[in-house]
Each structure stands twice: as C-alpha cells, then as structure tokens.
C-alpha cells in the first residue's frame, strides 16, 4: 500500500491536491474533517458534539477522532493506499496512527507538507468562506484555526523530519504546479 499523509495548515490546499492524488494514484481518501462535517449534517450525537469544537476552530479530542480513524481504517484493507487527510493533527494522533498502521502490517510512506504562507491562507479561506458554507471559514474561526495549527499541529513538522518522512511543498502556485511537484516526491519513493 502507498499511505501517504498530506500535510498543512487550513487552506494549503490539502483537499484539492488529495483530490488530484485520488485522480492519478487510485488512492483512498480519508478526510477527518469531511467525516466529522457528513456527521453534523446527519445530525448525529457524534457530529453535535463535533460541531460545538468545529464552531470554535477548536480540535476535537484526540481519543474522540483516533477512534473514528480506526473504524474508517479497517474497511480500507484492500486498499491500494490511504490519503490521510487533516489526520494526525497532534503528537498523539501520529502516535495513535503509527500504531494502527502497524497493527495491520502497514506503514505511512510519506508525509507531503504542502508550505503556504499565513497571510495567503487567510486570503483562501475567506474566498473559500464565500461558497463553502463552512462554519468555520469566517475571519474569527480562521485565525484561531491558524493559532492551532502553530501550536498544536506544527510540532508533527519535526517529528516526521525524525522519521525521514517529511517532504516539503512550495504550495503556492497553480494546482497543476503544486500537483506535479507531489509527483517528484512519490515517484522517488
Ligand atoms: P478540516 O476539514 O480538515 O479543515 O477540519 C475541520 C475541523 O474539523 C477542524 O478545524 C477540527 O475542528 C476538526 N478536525 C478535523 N480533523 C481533526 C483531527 N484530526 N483532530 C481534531 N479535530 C479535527
């Protein structure tokens, strides 16, 4: 299996370039956010407890999304490779997610950091705001999501460097460009 994990802050374009990878490479995707998202639609008690952190730009508790991981996991065993996507986004996510993966004989064969700068993430989430309907894509929620990132997220910058899993991504220009220099780092894989 190819298991990659796309990596970023809010708005560096994981979910588009995880759209292209799907595209070019077969892979499953595993979208954290999008799973939370389809669960507050359905009104869930997952997805009401989910939503008063998403609101607030907060994570979710770790035990909480590392125990959806796992399930959505387990009916991923046939496949040709996960897109982890928006998942780990703390130290004990990783820990978790290096545990699962080998637990089922699998590993993370990188980690695909897409590096945008904090002043264009503002610009892409508030454009983004416009269509998306997200709760989460006004200016307010946007910065506090951007202060988690730094604080608690960032710190998986150095601990996958440690694992030699880290690759950096200029993620500025168009997704095309972006895409192709993802494909540079998987084929020398
Ligand atoms: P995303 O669509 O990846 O930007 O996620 C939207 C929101 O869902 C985040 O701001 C968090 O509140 C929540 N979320 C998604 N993935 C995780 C995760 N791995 N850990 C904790 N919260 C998460």
Redesign the pocket.
């Known amino acids: 299996m190819l298991n990659v994990i796309i990596f970023g802050a809010?708005g560096s374009g994981k979910g588009t370039q995880s759209e292209k990878l799907i595209e070019e490479y077969g892979l499953d995707h595993i979208?954290?956010?999008?799973v939370?998202r389809e669960e507050i639609k359905n009104n869930t008690e997952l997805g009401k407890i989910?939503a008063q952190?998403?609101e607030k730009?907060?994570?979710?508790p770790d035990n909480l999304?590392i125990d959806i991981l796992s399930t959505i996991l387990d009916t991923k065993e046939n496949s040709k490779g996960v897109i982890f996507?928006?998942?780990?986004?703390?130290i004990s996510?990783a820990h978790a997610l290096k545990k699962m993966l080998n637990e089922r004989n699998e590993q993370i064969n990188a980690v695909i950091a897409l590096e945008v700068e904090d002043t264009e993430l503002i610009e892409r989430l508030l454009n983004r705001g416009k269509v998306s309907g997200r709760s989460?894509d006004n200016l307010e929620t946007i910065q506090k999501?951007l202060q988690v990132y730094h604080s608690q997220t960032a710190p998986l910058i150095e601990y996958y460097k440690e694992e030699n899993l880290y690759n950096a991504i200029e993620g500025s220009g168009s997704i095309d460009e972006i895409f192709a220099r993802i494909k540079t780092v998987i084929k020398n894989l």
């Open positions: 809010p979208s954290t956010g999008e939370l989910a952190y998403i730009g907060q994570l979710i999304i996507d928006g998942f780990p986004r703390t996510q989460d999501r």
